[in-house]
């Protein structure tokens, strides 16, 4: 046994089988002097003893203890008051100590006494029946599970107690503060605003009846609590926040009243985000400067905002544009169901020049309670517009439009039809649609539902557009397009009637074309591909320059000449095509990313072996395509295919056979899941033998699951998978009993149960990285 270091580690870290067998059956340990001792997961422990004190501990650095349910003599917590007394003698180097879900030590301890390390800078402590906890002067703090916790040194203001803190320590404690969790510690008192302290870069709060659910991380900061009520400094160290970029409110239908006051502190917010808050109406949001006439509003609005999303939200017209009215820079706008504002127009010069105040909209008459006034100095700054889910909303500025917005190079209309007609053009009566009050700047336009009398389509002018996105078009018949010639992506969805796409062959910087056919449109681009075919018409269909084809409801009679007239595309899907039987891709010779999904007949595809620089296939819902690969694996040429394949996705394990995995030789990536994958239960027991043969595996992924009930058993033989991803699969309670192989190095948890979490978090090591919802863990 080596003396400097031991590591006793849980079966799913090992992959050694006789390490296995020792950590199973591993009953009493003894230990010497130790520089770092690790105990995870050895479930028949059940003592571990040393040398009593500073023989034992005086170099120990690092103390981890997880998952030892049976563990009940361990020489450190032998005695409560021997280790109150000597814990500054003891354990002078201990840097990291780490105690979790090990029931029969520190049991019954009035206090865990750790005050007294001074070298100590990552606590980790969970699922322990403590009371209180006195901690030193900490980087990371993370408790989990303490059902009965009510104290902690660093965060509670204790009553008069031996060990608690002298009066004034407090902010001393928690001044080097950088990682702070706390989960599932319902009855611990929290005495001040968090964060607190202004280092903190990592923040996960949840589980604490007496506070919100809160979390920091890559200087975001994200809110959410069905109980708050007003959010101010009562709640938030706003003064701690102040290197925050974006500030997220989220999900709290009783939150009624935001403080100026507090968000004016937040000096670096870049992006303002409030979604889910219907009772958020505004009318209270800034009564400082309601009771203070002095208070300059100007300097209540954050300088470096950029960005304003605001969804599901009560807010008021005459709000947001107080609020906007005082935004310098302001350069992205994003409203999404918001049934407050009802009026959009653009303010006069002379009424953003300073003499506006947030005092005087608390005068202002009741109908100007509902209209967005966008100031005057928005129209060179802002850049991103999007208004969605808006159907009273209407503009009331006159007939110039959307064109006196300079810099405005994204426009998005979804679910506002009153505002459509005015910002974009009129629909006139012979069918057609004056765009000439759009903003020649544009580069991205997206609007729909386009007007019910709409039927032809013709964006002049706009000579900078690069993406276009038409959808749910009723009668829209003809799309002209000879005009846009720096079109790079273009996006038509549900228009039923449309026959006419005119003025593709003219984009010869056309990327990407998302199309969803029609009977219509099909029986017009078969006859121009007979023509082409014969000789009969030189002008091609699509520009050479079309890399990306997105197609739905394509036929069996289309697919064939449409695909042998892009030999140079590399990159086809093939979505919700019920009619569709078979797919031809012998002429696609450049095809690097496949993608078929919900297309429930598809049984064949043919001219795959010639597809030889393909890397990407992804399968969703297309029931017959799995028995199809497996039939295809034993045909000449499609061997080669497979083994060039870097990244499979389906939405179930199906596609899983021996004579498909065993050709998957070079395949990194593998996927399981789509946008809801309710067919996946388990893998089979051929599936899971399958799975072993991708021996080249290093990234795993489960997402939106949510009927996977456990991971595949034999993930320990997958020797080089680096990361694993659980997404979204929240019936799986624990992780695989025999483990993972030593190559994991990040298992990624997020959206999932509480107890696969803990699990997660038990797991955590030096080399093995776990991130929980996104925050690290480690």
Known sequence: MVQDFILLTATRTMCCSPTRTLVH???????????????????????????????????????????????????????????????????????????????????????????????????????????????????????????????????????????????????????????????DCPCLIVSHPLPPSALISELSISGVSTLPTMRINWRRFTIESNELCMLDESILAFHNLRGITLFRIRSCPNLISLSSESFSQLIALETLSIHECPNLTMSNIMPEVVQENSTSTSSLVPPSLKRVNISTCGVTGRWLSQLLSHSQSLEELLLTGCPQIKFLSISQPRETEGTSSLVSAVTTSAQDEHELKLPYNLLCSLKALCIQQSLDLKFIGGNTGSTRFSSLTQLFLHGCPKLLSLLVGETKDDGTMDVGLLPPSLEDLSIGPLPENLQSFTPEGLLYLKKLRLSYGPCLKSVQLHSCTALEELDIMGCVQLTVLEGLQFLSSLRSLKMEMNSELSCAWDLKLQEQEQGGNQIQLFPRSLDKLEITAVTDRVQSRLLSCLPAMTKLAVQRSPELTSLQLACCTALKELEIGDCDLLASIEGLQFCRNLTSLKVFNSPGLPSCFQLLSDQQGVCEVWSGLKTLVASDASILSRPFCKQLTSLRRLQFGSAYSASLVNLTDEQERALQLLTSLQELQFLRCPNLLSLPAILYSLTSLGTLSIVHCRSITRLPDMGFAPSLSHLEVAYCSEELGMECRIAATEKLRVTIDYVDVN
Not at 91 to 118: A, D, T, V
Not at 142 to 166: N, R, W
Request: hydrophobic fraction near 40%.
């Open 25 to 183: 059956r591993l009953i009493h340990h003894s230990v010497p002097s130790l520089v770092e001792l690790i105990l995870i997961g050895i479930p028949k422990l059940k003592k571990c003893t040393g040398s009593y004190g500073m023989d034992l501990t005086s170099h120990l650095s690092v103390l981890m203890i997880k998952n030892c349910p049976q563990l009940n003599e361990l020489t450190l917590f032998q005695s409560y008051s021997s280790f109150d007394a000597e814990q500054k003698s003891w354990f002078p180097s201990l840097s990291k100590l780490s105690i979790g879900q090990c029931p029969h030590i520190i049991n019954n301890w009035p206090i865990l006494p750790l005050r007294e390390m001074g070298a100590l800078k990552e606590l980790e402590l969970m699922d322990l029946h403590v009371v209180r906890v006195s901690v030193p002067s900490l980087e990371k703090l993370a408790l989990t599970k303490m059902p009965i916790l009510e104290y902690c040194s660093s965060l509670t203001t204790f009553p008069p107690l031996q060990s608690s803190p002298p009066e004034g320590d407090q902010n001393e404690l928690v001044s080097n503060l950088r990682r702070l969790t706390i989960h």
